[in-house]
């Protein structure tokens, strides 16, 4: 049973002429017949009372015609379903993201996709890198902002490194230095993140790169949860910079040769992205190529080479 065959019949159905379906199809004639007598042989039954100047359905016609209505009602919905997720006026797209990017670079970026394809659904999933690798390796994501290299190399994962970003430290009050030295946290309380974020590594490995073990006046706080407990008076943390120039908390970088860490986009190596994926891949490099140019990046960050302009 072919799709093709479920419209002649309907056709003929509706006009009660055999003539006017074929011109209504846009078909000769013989053919619109001959289809539907394959479908009445391979029902097993005849659909019309065929007399002079008279067409009518059988019983069997009769029970044909409402589904055949429906199959060729669904057959054009999947039609324009696919041509929409084509043209990206529908579609999925899933990123993960560290917190720290989520309240920072993923908001501007989701917002310049959002304007050119308002019709497909973003998904976001907030995770350390770590468990974005993961997660993305599963096939549970199609792309995610990733910190490097921290969240090690992945099999499988195509990973494009895209910007460095200046951590600084951050308190409730200004401090006397212009720049602060890893040395300087030495005997200092902070308030540290919990265990498996990006951030509480870079932290604990420039302190003992420093030769000292950090101490910490409160931790196992997430993104939100630290900047208040900093905006408390309780200690400083180590923030991304990105993050502090939002946060209304005084802001102290780093001497050289400070600390830092690297954005990166990951994604399945083996499959090509869906189209909706591969539009947000395209939107974050020309959100970052542009940023750049215009002089306008994040604050303290800087472009990694020309990967962004090489890839978009």
């Known amino acids: 049973m072919q799709l093709q065959q479920l419209r002649y019949f309907t056709a003929v159905a509706e006009t009660r002429h055999f003539t006017r379906a074929a011109e209504r199809e846009h078909v000769a004639q013989p053919s619109l017949s001959q289809q539907i007598r394959s479908l009445e042989r391979e029902l097993g039954a005849e659909l019309f009372h065929r007399a002079r100047g008279h067409i009518a359905l059988t019983d069997a016609g009769q029970a044909l015609l409402p589904l055949a209505r429906r199959i060729l ?128 590594e870079a932290t604990l490995t420039a302190c003992r790169a420093a030769g000292f073990e950090p101490e910490f006046a409160v931790e196992g706080g997430e993104m939100d949860a630290v900047l208040g407990f900093v905006r408390a008076g309780l200690g400083p943390a180590v923030l991304p910079g990105m993050v502090a120039a939002r946060s209304g908390l005084a802001v102290t970088p780093f001497a050289a040769p400070g600390i830092g860490r690297v954005i990166a986009l990951a ?43 090489t890839e978009s």
Not at 282 to 296: K, P, S, T
């Open 73 to 200: 009602a669904d057959a054009e919905s999947a039609r324009r379903a696919v041509q929409e997720t084509v043209q990206l006026r529908r579609g999925r797209v899933r990123l993960g993201a560290p917190p720290s990017l989520c309240t920072s670079l993923v908001p501007d970026v989701l917002r310049s996709y959002r304007a050119r394809y308002p019709g497909v659904e973003l998904l976001v999933r907030e995770d350390g890198s770590r468990d974005l690798v993961r997660t993305l390796a599963a096939g549970e994501l199609d792309l995610a902002l990733i910190i490097t290299p921290q969240a090690g190399a992945a099999p499988g994962l195509a990973v494009t490194e895209l910007l460095y970003e200046d951590l600084v430290l951050v308190s409730a009050t200004p401090s006397r230095r212009r720049r602060a030295r890893i040395e300087d946290l030495r005997g200092r309380p902070l308030v540290m993140f919990r265990e498996g974020y990006d951030l509480r």
């Open 267 to 309: 994604r399945g190596a083996e499959l090509p992205l869906g189209r909706a994926a591969a539009a947000l891949h395209r939107v974050l490099l020309e959100h970052l190529a542009e940023a750049g140019r215009a002089g306008a990046l994040p604050p303290g960050t800087r472009l990694l080479t020309d990967r962004t302009q």
